[in-house]
T-cell receptor
Framework: AQTVTQSQPEMSVQEAETVTLSCTYD???????LFWYKQPPSRQMILVIR??????QNATENRFSVNFQKAAKSFSLKISDSQLGDTAMYFC??????????????FGTGTRLQVTL | KAGVTQTPRYLIKTRGQQVTLSCSPI?????VSWYQQTPGQGLQFLFE?????QRNKGNFPGRFSGRQFSNSRSEMNVSTLELGDSALYLC????WGSGDEQFFGPGTRLTVL
């Protein structure tokens, strides 16, 4: 079974600054996906960024980038130029890569990020 | 394109009752997954349906069941409700399942009294 660990329950960052959220995972699989999801207060969960384990290049999406260290089983999220709208709960998640099979996400416990003025 | 919709958004039930929650996926999506979100246990996978077949199931008791219809809409049912079933129930849809981006609905907030 896979496990995902987020060791930072809460973080705070000032607007325009950079913040890094940590995530580690444990799996015996060699092919999988990793995700960061954002859940704003009272709003629905949306995908921030996705990383395929077989790709060595770190994924980036505008102000969001990841540092994927496969050997260390680490998958951190960096948010640059933080904005007030980034305030949310951030979940790291794992999914096995088996084409045509079930889409089961295993989530970490989340990091609550507060962006302040 | 319309997003994932879930009905009802809020439900209040009493112990021992049963409840049915509904999820309409994004048009064209054939995979629908259900998750339970609680402060204590976090986000936990319930089950996933693809083309009306359950492909995977999480570690929940048999009181939790689901089904999917030919139009990909899905329902989940919880029988003999317990206080611990109070949670936000989220559904997510995708085209094929594994590896696809999962699009989440707003959730159904179930309160069991």
């Amino acid at each position: 079974a896979q496990t995902v660990t987020q060791s930072q329950p809460e973080m705070s960052v000032q607007e325009a600054e950079t913040v890094t959220l940590s995530c580690t995972y444990d799996t015996s699989e060699s092919n999988y996906y990793l995700f960061w999801y954002k859940q704003p207060p009272s709003r629905q969960m949306i995908l921030v960024i996705r990383q395929e384990a077989y790709k060595q290049q770190n994924a980036t999406e505008n102000r969001f980038s990841v540092n994927f260290q496969k050997a260390a089983k680490s998958f951190s999220l960096k948010i640059s130029d933080s904005q007030l709208g980034d305030t949310a709960m951030y979940f790291c998640a794992f999914m096995n890569h088996n084409t045509g099979t079930a889409s089961k996400l295993t989530f970490g416990t989340g990091t609550r990020l507060q962006v302040t003025l | 394109k319309a997003g994932v919709t879930q009905t009802p958004r809020y439900l209040i039930k009493t112990r021992g009752q049963q409840v049915t929650l509904s999820c309409s996926p994004i048009s064209g999506h054939r995979s629908v997954s259900w998750y339970q979100q609680t402060p204590g246990q976090g986000l936990q996978f319930l089950f996933e349906y693809f083309s009306e077949t359950q492909r995977n199931k999480g570690n929940f008791p048999g009181r939790f069941s689901g089904r999917q219809f030919s139009n990909s809409r899905s329902e989940m049912n919880v029988s003999t409700l317990e206080l611990g079933d109070s949670a936000l129930y989220l559904c997510a849809s995708s085209f094929w399942g594994s590896g696809d981006e999962q699009f989440f609905g707003p959730g159904t907030r179930l309160t069991v009294l």
